[in-house]
């Protein structure tokens, strides 16, 4: 695999600059979640994976058969300087239907469900912070319940080269990442 983004240019594996963190997000297809990410300023690097499940090593197919119970995820590493953990969480909200269970949309499957694995102990407020404001808007809406998973990071297991930057290698490519249309207020966790 290579280890060059191919958009942003910087490394996708560790060790990366000291001052970087990171998050990891599973909402939906991997493909469209991603290029949501690699777009905001302050972003270094990103990289599509499989995190949350059973099995070492897991396949793209065997996690499609959803023996593996891994969620396709985008690993996203930052400069708090520049965005704060709290604006990715905005646009992980705002980018899908976080109320769905094993699916978004079309796309069904417990690879799709809704998922923030957290990598650091400050990560955990901020999340439920947000969860809690954003559900009192999707309720208002008319959506239910968030089922978004979150716990603590398990091993990111990276997927094949052919699904890193997929979206920019392929710009027709499928995406089928949309929202409720519902806004998420960032500041609720100060």
Not at 10 to 32: E, I, K, R, Y
Not at 45 to 50: E, I, L
Request: a negative charge; charged letters at 20%.
């Amino acid at each position: 695999m290579s280890s060059s983004h191919f958009v942003l240019g910087n490394s996708m594996v560790a060790p990366w600059p000291d001052s970087m963190q990171t998050a990891v997000f599973g909402l939906g297809c991997f493909w469209g979640a991603e290029r949501k990410f690699w777009q905001l300023d302050g972003v270094f690097t990103s990289a599509v994976g499989y995190s949350g499940g059973v099995t070492k090593d897991p396949s793209y197919r065997a996690v499609c058969n959803g023996d593996t119970m891994h969620v396709e995820v985008v690993l996203v590493v930052f400069d708090p300087a520049k965005i704060s953990y709290e604006k990715l969480l905005q646009v992980f909200w705002e980018s899908h239907d976080p109320t769905q269970g094993m699916r978004q949309g079309n796309d069904i499957g417990t690879q799709y469900r809704s998922a923030i694995y957290l990598t650091n102990d400050d990560q955990r407020a901020c999340v439920v912070a947000t969860r809690d404001i954003f559900q009192s808007r999707l309720t208002e809406a008319g959506f239910g319940k968030i089922t978004t998973e979150v716990k603590d990071s398990t091993e990111f297991y990276y997927a094949e080269e052919y699904h890193q930057q997929y979206l920019a290698k392929n710009p027709s490519g499928y995406c089928g990442i949309g929202g409720t249309g519902v806004t998420c207020p960032v500041g609720v966790a100060r």
